[in-house]
């Protein structure tokens, strides 16, 4: 079994067990003083969002 396929396994194993920690943001959602704008990419370590540091007043990712 490649190792993309067994990381889905495992991730959908771990969803399954407890889904409140494997949701991604939505853009519009806030997470602590960031502003989710878009998702940028995924890859192995994780995933990549544009988001918008409110209180600096600048993007960030």
């Known amino acids: 079994m490649p190792d993309s396929a ?3 396994r495992k991730f959908s194993i771990y969803n399954a067990i407890i ?3 494997f ?3 939505n ?3 806030n997470i ?3 502003k989710i704008i878009s998702a940028i ?3 192995g370590m994780g995933e990549v969002f544009l ?3 409110t ?3 600048r993007q960030v990712a």
Request: proline share 8%; charged share 30%; aromatic share 4%.
């Open 6 to 8: 067994i990381i889905r």
């Open 19 to 21: 889904p409140e920690l």
């Open 23 to 25: 949701t991604m943001p």
């Open 27 to 29: 853009a519009g959602e």
């Open 32 to 34: 602590s003083h960031y």
């Open 41 to 43: 990419g995924a890859g």
């Open 51 to 53: 988001a918008e540091d």
């Open 55 to 57: 209180k600096l007043e």
